[in-house]
C-alpha cells in the first residue's frame, strides 16, 4: 500500500479502520508500515479522495 | 512556562479534551494539554452542527461563535419529496474556530496549560506502567511525566493503540466524508438544516445543508465505509453540487471520517482514559460527536479529580469513568448503534415512505413519539425492525 502524499490531506479515516495498526500520524503525514500491512485493503476503500492504492504511486 | 511533569496529560484539545481538562484543573489537579495544531478548533473538521441543550451546561451562549440559529430539519426523500419538521428545542451552527478557542479557554482559566504544536508521538512506560507522553514541539524531541493520560486525539487516536487498546473500527462503522463550506449560495431559510437521502445520493449515509449565513453553507456528505469502493463520498457530492449548486464557489474543502459504532470496549486502562472520537463516543445514527465528547469529558475530568485526591490511578477506580458513561449515553449508544444498522438496510422505497409519513405530522407537533405512532400506522414492517433494534439492545444491557 502507498498513499499519494499529494493528494493526501491527513484525515487519518485510514488509521480508524486499519486492523493492525500499520498506519500512523507522523509530523502531519500519513505513513504506511508495509511490514505490518496485511495488504486488506480497507484503507483503499474508506479514504475519501482515493489517495491510497496497492503497490507504488506513479 | 512547562513543567516535567503534570498530575493529568490531556491529548488533544478539541471539545471532549478541553472538558476533561478543564474539569480535573478545577478540583486542583495540574494538567497540561498538548494539541499538535497551531491553536485549538483549527483546522475544522466538523459539519459544526449542535443542540442548545447539548452544550448550554458546558458554556455560557455567546454569539461569537454562533453562525446561525436553527429551528427546523428538512428532510428530502430520494423520489424528491420533502418533510420539514422542528427539531427538539433549538440548535445552532457553530464556528468552531472560536468555539473550541473558548471552550480551551475555560480550561486554561480553572488552571490547565495548553501547549500548541505539540504533536504527542508516544506513552512513556516505566515496568509495565504508563508513567508521561513523549511529544515533539518545535522540532524537539520531549518528554512530559504525568500520573494520567487522557486521550483525546480525534477518531485518529493512536493513544488507545500505544496502550495496547483495539482502536480499529468495521468498514460499515466508520463514514468517509467530504465537506465544502459553500458560498454564493442561496439559503431559502438560515434557520433550516437540510438532509438528503438515498442509496444514489448518499449510500448508508446522508448529504447535509447547514447554513453559515444567507449566502454560505457546510454542504458535506458521510457514506458507509463499506459502501464507498467504487465511488467515493467527493463524486458522490461533487454530483450533488453540479445539480443544485453550479454556481457555488467552494471556500473550504475537508475530507475525514465519523466513527458510526458503539463505544471502545475499552476505554480506561491504568494511567490512561480515552475520551470524544478517540473512545468512539459518537451518536452512531447522526454522527454528531461534539457533545457526546463533552459530557464523556466531563465525567471523565471529575473522575480524573477523584484520582488525584485518592492518589489512585489504577483502571479499576478509573473504570467509573466507563461506567458512568454507560449510565448516562452508552447504553443510548447502543441502541442507536442497532437502530443504525436497521436504517442502513433501508431501501430508497422505505425512505420515501418515512418522508411522507412525517410529512403528515405537523412539524410544531413533531417528536419521536408521534413519529413512531405515525410509522406503526404507515409502515408496520419498518416499525417492527425499529422494535427488534431497542429489544436486542436493552435485552444484550
Redesign the interface.
Same mark, same amino acid.
Given at each position: 500500500m502507498t498513499i499519494n502524499k499529494e493528494l493526501c490531506?491527513v484525515?487519518?479515516?485510514c488509521? $480508524?479502520? %486499519? &486492523?493492525v $495498526?500499520a498506519i500512523?500520524?507522523?509530523?502531519f503525514e500519513a505513513v504506511i508500515d508495509n511490514e505490518k500491512c496485511i495488504e486488506c485493503g480497507?484503507c483503499i476503500?474508506? %479514504? &475519501?479522495?482515493?489517495a491510497i492504492k496497492e503497490g507504488i504511486h506513479d | 512556562m512547562i513543567e516535567d511533569r503534570y498530575d493529568v496529560v490531556v491529548i488533544g484539545a478539541g471539545p471532549a479534551g478541553s472538558v476533561a481538562a478543564r474539569f480535573a484543573a478545577e478540583k486542583g489537579a495540574s494538567v497540561l494539554i498538548l494539541e499538535r495544531d497551531r491553536e485549538p478548533g483549527i483546522p475544522v473538521?466538523c459539519a459544526e452542527g449542535v443542540s442548545h441543550d447539548g452544550i448550554a451546561p458546558f458554556i455560557k451562549i455567546d454569539k461569537r461563535w454562533i453562525a446561525t440559529k436553527i429551528k427546523t430539519a428538512g428532510l428530502h426523500a430520494p423520489n424528491g419529496k420533502k418533510a420539514v419538521m422542528y427539531n427538539n428545542g433549538d440548535g445552532y451552527v457553530l464556528e468552531r474556530r472560536i468555539f473550541d478557542t473558548e471552550l480551551c479557554n475555560i480550561a486554561c482559566q480553572k488552571g490547565a496549560t495548553l501547549l500548541t504544536k505539540a504533536?504527542a *508521538?508516544g506513552l512513556v512506560w516505566e515496568n509495565s506502567k504508563i508513567v508521561g507522553v513523549k511529544y515533539?514541539h518545535l522540532n524537539q524531541k520531549k518528554v512530559v511525566r504525568c500520573s494520567l493520560v487522557i486521550g483525546a486525539d +480525534?477518531?485518529? /487516536?493512536?493513544v488507545g493503540?500505544w496502550a495496547g487498546i483495539d482502536? /480499529?473500527? =468495521?468498514?460499515r462503522d466508520?463514514d468517509?466524508? *467530504?465537506q465544502y463550506t459553500l458560498t454564493n449560495i442561496e439559503i431559502e431559510d438560515t434557520e433550516r438544516c437540510e438532509f438528503y437521502f438515498g442509496t444514489k445520493i448518499a449510500p448508508g449515509g446522508y448529504i447535509w445543508i447547514f447554513p453559515k449565513s444567507n449566502n454560505t453553507a457546510n454542504v458535506g456528505i458521510g457514506i458507509a465505509?463499506?459502501l464507498? =469502493?467504487e465511488k467515493?463520498?467527493?463524486e458522490y457530492l461533487d454530483d450533488f453540487l453540479n445539480e443544485y449548486y453550479p454556481k457555488a464557489s467552494i471556500n473550504y474543502m475537508?475530507? +475525514? +471520517?465519523v466513527?458510526t459504532s458503539d463505544t471502545l470496549n475499552e476505554i480506561v486502562k491504568d494511567n490512561l482514559m480515552l475520551v470524544g472520537d478517540a473512545a468512539r463516543q459518537v451518536n452512531p445514527i447522526t454522527g454528531g460527536g461534539i457533545v457526546q465528547g463533552m459530557i464523556a469529558g466531563s465525567i471523565a475530568g471529575k473522575v480524573a479529580a477523584e484520582a488525584f485526591q485518592k492518589k489512585d490511578f489504577s483502571k479499576k477506580f478509573l473504570n467509573k469513568y466507563s461506567k458512568e458513561w454507560n449510565k448516562k449515553l452508552g447504553y443510548k449508544q447502543k441502541t442507536m448503534y442497532r437502530m443504525k444498522d436497521k436504517f442502513m438496510g433501508m431501501d430508497d422505497n422505505r425512505f420515501n415512505n418515512l418522508v411522507e409519513i412525517c410529512q403528515k405530522i405537523p412539524k410544531d407537533k413533531f417528536n419521536l413519539r408521534i413519529l413512531f405512532q405515525e410509522v406503526i400506522k404507515g409502515d408496520p414492517k419498518m416499525m417492527l425492525e425499529i422494535a427488534k433494534a431497542f429489544v436486542i439492545s436493552n435485552v444484550k444491557k
Open positions: 490531506d484525515c487519518s479515516t488509521v $480508524a479502520v %486499519c &486492523p $495498526a500512523t500520524i507522523s509530523e480497507k476503500t474508506v %479514504c &475519501p479522495i482515493k | 473538521r504533536d *508521538v515533539r +480525534g477518531v485518529e /487516536s493512536q493503540q482502536t /480499529s473500527v =468495521k468498514l466508520i468517509t466524508c *467530504v465505509g463499506n464507498a =469502493k467515493g463520498p467527493k475537508v475530507y +475525514g +471520517g466513527p
